[in-house]
């Protein structure tokens, strides 16, 4: 940040902003929360947010509105067709990405659901760095198949790549050619990659996929949700970005890439998400769409107030004073972490922090859950959401079998712009006390397993008696404290 403390070992990242509004917080005794663990079966989905301290399930439509975004809902123009509210929504994707053409749809796999409809057919294929759950979910259900090009780094748990979420060109290359370009729908950027730890893309590397998609004549499709942490990666991680303006990057993109779509409940603070683009013969194409699916055109599914909210929170992710506060704050619960000895998913990315469980419990079998494991854990140890992103988050092979994740990781997301530096530190203090009575730790096993979704509505147990030993240990550490 550009703010540099007089003596350095005090520097700290340091909030641009200050809080006007704000939501009581309660955090339960331990008994009280080893209780509601197991009440919600050991599913931090289930849980209910009055019992938890700090929230880091998600960074989607959790971020905290500015002042002015909240003002301009009270102007909201709450007419059907051609509402002033829209068109201000257009200026401000206009300002932004440099685009004409526009498409509301209510949340971003809404946007994907109306560009699998458009363009992939059974049999065909979507080439991308790396999926994001929603997006395959709608490309498979059009008879379509991801395939996966990351670098290799990509999936490495530690690198100091700066840019793991980049395309291995050649093997792009080579997968369009193995398919026929004429059987490719599109090439996917996602920007910020969520799954693999919020790991952006160079500007280099976006351009040059781009490039390759022209020269095959091959859709290119940006997938911005997390772009603006992205845009603060490339400003900071990459040379030729320094003294490029953040409008500049969004602009340079938009005008390489077919088309862009964004979830809105990430990218603008708010909640929603467009389509866009440069070519309107491919957004006509997507036109019919709007109306089926989310809503007339001048809404698509948006209350007129979260437009006016997104309309302004675009213009602010122009801003790095408000787009590097969720970054910085990773990186400083990362840095946090990682110098305590605690294994975590490095570089820093977007975001949140990502603890690796397979790690942290080197013993626990993938079928005992170890990424569920730490998540009660941690919501034991400090009243803590995070979410599995592990086996849980797999779904069972046709056979029955567990299909068993890549990384067993614990994500703990960081709203934009919500916490406070010492609810961080909180945050770090209570992970190092997992982390160091991680021998208590044991796995978990179902009592409700839905077939599609588990990770959403599903419900465990503990195998043995840990987690009241857990709790006891925690009383022996912190006396009669919370
Ligand atoms: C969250 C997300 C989506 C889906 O957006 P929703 O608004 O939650 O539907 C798509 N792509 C990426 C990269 C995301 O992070």
């Not at 991308?128 to 709608?138: L, V």
């Amino acid at each position: 940040m550009a703010v540099k403390f007089y003596k350095s070992e005090n520097q700290v990242p340091l909030e641009m902003h200050k809080v006007r509004v704000v939501q009581k917080l309660n955090l339960l005794p331990v008994e009280k929360r080893l209780q509601a663990i197991q009440g919600a079966g050991n599913n931090t989905f289930l849980l209910q947010n009055k019992d938890i301290y700090m929230d880091m399930l998600t960074d989607s439509g959790v971020n905290a509105m500015s002042d002015e975004q909240t003002a301009a809902m009270f102007t909201a123009d709450d007419s059907y067709a051609g509402s002033e509210t829209f068109n201000r929504l257009r200026r401000a994707v206009k300002e932004v990405f440099g685009t004409e053409y526009l498409l509301p749809a209510h949340q971003g796999r809404a946007c994907e659901n109306i560009l699998a409809e458009a363009f992939v057919k059974p049999g065909s294929v979507a080439i991308m760095n790396f999926h994001f759950t929603t997006t395959k979910a709608h490309i498979t259900r059009c008879g379509g198949e991801v395939v996966e090009v990351v670098d290799s780094k990509g999936l490495q748990p530690q690198s100091d790549d700066p840019f793991k979420g980049n395309f291995n060109l050649d093997v792009l290359k080579e997968t369009i050619e193995q398919y026929g370009p004429e059987n490719v729908a599109f090439v996917r950027v996602e920007a910020g990659t969520n799954l693999i730890g919020g790991q952006p893309v160079s500007l280099e590397n976006m351009l040059a996929v781009a490039d390759v998609c022209h020269k095959y004549g091959v859709m290119s499709v940006l997938d911005a949700s997390l772009l603006q942490d992205n845009v603060y990666f490339m400003k900071t991680r990459e040379a030729q970005c320094k003294y490029m303006t953040t409008k500049q990057i969004y602009h340079l993109l938009a005008d390489k890439m077919d088309i862009i779509y964004f979830s809105s409940r990430k990218l603008g603070f708010g909640r929603g998400g467009a389509i866009t683009s440069h070519n309107e013969s491919l957004m006509k194409s997507l036109m019919e769409f709007i109306p089926l699916y989310e809503g007339f055109l001048t809404y698509g599914g948006m209350d007129v107030r979260s437009i006016e909210a997104v309309a302004v929170g675009l213009y602010e992710s122009l801003d790095m004073d408000y787009i590097s506060q969720g970054p910085e704050f990773i990186q400083y619960l990362v840095k946090e972490l990682d110098d305590y000895g605690v294994p975590v998913i490095k570089p820093a990315g977007g975001l949140g922090a990502h603890l690796n469980c397979s790690e942290i419990l080197p013993e626990l079998p993938h079928n005992q859950y170890p990424a569920a494991a730490v998540a009660a854990a941690l919501y034991i140890a400090g009243g803590i959401r995070g979410m599995e992103r592990g086996t849980v988050s797999e779904q069972r092979e046709p056979d029955g079998s567990e299909r068993y994740a890549e990384l067993e990781l614990l994500r703990l997301a960081m709203p934009r712009r919500v916490f406070t530096l010492s609810q961080v530190k909180y945050c770090a203090d209570r992970v190092k006390w997992v982390w160091d009575n991680r021998d208590l730790i044991g796995g978990l096993q179902w009592t409700e397993e839905p077939k599609v979704l588990r990770f959403f509505f599903g419900r465990m147990k503990e195998i043995g008696h840990w987690q009241e030993d857990l709790a006891e240990k925690f009383r022996m550490d912190f006396g009669d404290s919370l």
